[in-house]
């Protein structure tokens, strides 16, 4: 179910170089979010509303957090509101990450994982926050471009063992997330991934996944008009009960079972 909701912004901080930090007051909203769903947020006289991830949430405050990046007119109008201001939001929405038992079963996972490992990167690394935080000892391998670049890595330790890579040394490991990623599943010690970044990203993941037969799940970034399934502006093929078919981003996903999508080649 998703609502229409006039949110306040309770809360802006700034975590890097045009990457904000909301904290919104959107009780009905929080009452019902899912780590991995999204809000489609109206930017001043865009009628196109942007998708941004829930990255955190607290129901009994009423309390929903997001965090974005600037990237063109209806990102830059975000960034320009002040504490106190009011938000246009639709949500939560979509289909976020299966993790509590009921939902992996559901999804043919009886069995309960020891080792989730929460593979993010760069601005894919928020949505992965509140599922994180809802799952007993959470191992997170965080991408990053630069040091400068480095948001919530500090969060994601305060819940489990987290490691930082960036491409080019300058914080943590140096190199991409698969690295540290395959040495933790050879040591035995990730039985079910869930990711969010970009999509070489992904697809790398992907293929880790299944050559070793773990459970993995992806939340795409896809571009996005309605936001509500209504006019197939986020098409992506997936992999269904033996047939491939177009799926609807926003409504299907964002999150998807990593054996279902079809990336392009
Ligand atoms: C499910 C989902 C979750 C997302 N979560 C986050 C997040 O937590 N933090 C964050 O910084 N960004 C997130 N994004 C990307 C964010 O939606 C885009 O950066 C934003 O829509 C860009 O809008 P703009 O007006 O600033 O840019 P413009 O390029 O001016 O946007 C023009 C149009 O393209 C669409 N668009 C452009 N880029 C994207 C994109 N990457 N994905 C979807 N639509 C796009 C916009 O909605 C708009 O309709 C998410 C995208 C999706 C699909
Ligand atoms: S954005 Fe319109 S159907 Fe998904």
Redesign the pocket.
């Known amino acids: 179910m998703k609502l229409q909701e006039i949110g306040t912004i309770e809360e802006i901080n700034t975590l890097a170089e045009g990457?904000l930090d909301f904290r919104l007051r959107l009780p009905k909203i929080a009452a019902l979010a899912r780590p991995g769903q999204?809000l489609h947020i109206l930017?001043g006289d865009?009628t196109?509303?942007?998708?941004?991830?829930i990255?955190d949430c607290d129901p009994e405050k009423g309390i929903v957090r997001?965090?974005?990046?600037?990237?063109?007119?209806?990102?830059?109008?975000?960034a320009d509101r002040k504490t106190g201001d009011s938000l246009d939001v639709l949500g939560p929405i979509?289909h976020g990450f299966d993790l509590l038992p009921e939902e992996l079963s559901a999804a043919g996972h009886s069995k309960p994982f020891e080792y989730p490992v929460f593979i993010g990167g760069g601005?894919g690394v928020?949505?992965l926050l509140y599922a994180a935080r809802l799952m007993k000892n959470p191992i997170t391998i965080l991408g990053f471009r630069n040091r400068e670049r480095v948001i919530l890595a500090d969060e994601f330790a305060r819940l489990g063992e987290t490691l930082v890579t960036t491409e080019d040394g300058s914080a943590g490991i140096k190199g991409f997330v698969t690295a540290p990623l395959e040495e933790w599943i050879k040591a035995g010690k990730a039985d079910i991934l869930y990711a969010c970044g970009p999509t070489p990203m992904l697809k790398s993941i992907q293929k880790l996944a299944r050559a070793y037969r773990i459970p993995c799940q992806l939340?795409?970034?896809?571009?996005?008009?309605c936001g509500v399934g209504a006019c197939l502006g986020?098409a992506c093929k997936t992999h269904k009960q033996g047939k491939e078919q177009y799926s609807h981003?926003?409504k299907e996903?964002?999150v998807f079972w990593s054996e279902e999508v079809c990336f392009d080649e």
């Open positions: 990457m999204f930017c865009h196109l509303r942007r998708p941004i991830s990255c997001m965090v974005f990046e600037i990237r063109g007119e209806g990102t830059a109008w975000l979509g601005i928020p949505p939340s795409l970034e896809q571009r996005m008009a986020c981003v926003c996903g964002p």
